[in-house]
């Protein structure tokens, strides 16, 4: 299985290089479904999300299709996620992505599309490849239990370790070394913690970090 596991997207020259070395083909010939369902229950302002999609098409891509799985039956989003060489999925909230991962049918189908495609997140997209949302902030997951009865808390299992993004964000105040390595005492695995210039490229299993800025790796053995 290849995977991209970012914090932030492709917002720099780096990651992005990652990216296509995953997929083995230039930019040109790269076919994108750009999956935002996690964004869809977010608050506020969206600028990030608009920059998020704006860091891939400036890659020059062959084409970028944006599958949403809560708003299309399964008989609309499959097709457009096989026609495509990378599944790439938003930031937003974490156990949003699950819950439509699940309900959609997806997460059940996702093994076999990645043995012929590659997988990148970005921040909720990159958290939820865990075994569990362990990383998903207690809040949030009571919202779910009283707002949509959400309360399954286990991840894709695609990795076994954690993605905490946002390192060192101003946007994430717990998002510091102090907080984390308090947090990681209690962590059944690995974490790696990625400011918003880092991610994570694996492949067979095999784990490379690509940071033009920080990152953390708590609990390694």
């Not at 990216?19 to 935002?36: R, W």
């Not at 008989?75 to 996620?81: A, D, E, G, K, V």
Request: hydrophobic share 40%; net charge positive.
């Amino acid at each position: 299985m290849k995977l991209l596991l970012t914090s932030n997207g492709l917002c720099n020259q780096s990651i992005s290089k990652a990216l296509f070395e995953l997929v083995g083909k230039p930019a040109p010939k790269i076919t994108i479904a750009f999956i935002p369902t996690a964004m869809n229950i977010t608050t506020g302002g969206k600028d990030w999300f608009v920059n998020d999609l704006y860091n891939i098409r400036k890659q020059g891509l062959k084409h970028m299709d944006i599958v949403d799985i809560s708003a299309l039956q399964k008989t609309m989003w499959l097709p457009r996620i096989e026609a495509a060489d990378i599944l790439f999925f938003s930031g937003g909230d974490s156990s949003h992505l699950m819950r439509w991962l699940k309900k959609s049918g997806l997460a059940k189908l996702l093994p076999e599309l990645l043995k012929t495609r590659v997988y990148a997140g970005i921040s909720a997209g990159s958290i939820v490849t865990a075994p569990t949302l362990w990383l998903s902030s207690r809040d949030r997951k009571n919202y779910y239990e009283n707002v949509v009865d959400f309360k399954k808390e286990s991840g894709l299992k695609f990795v076994d370790f954690y993605v905490r993004p946002h390192l060192n964000s101003p946007h994430f105040p717990r998002a510091q070394k102090r907080y984390l390595e308090e947090a990681a005492k209690s962590a059944p695995d690995v974490v790696y913690a990625l400011d918003d210039n880092s991610a994570l490229k694996i492949e067979d299993n095999k784990i490379e970090i690509i940071s033009e800025g920080e990152y953390l790796t708590l609990n390694q053995k």
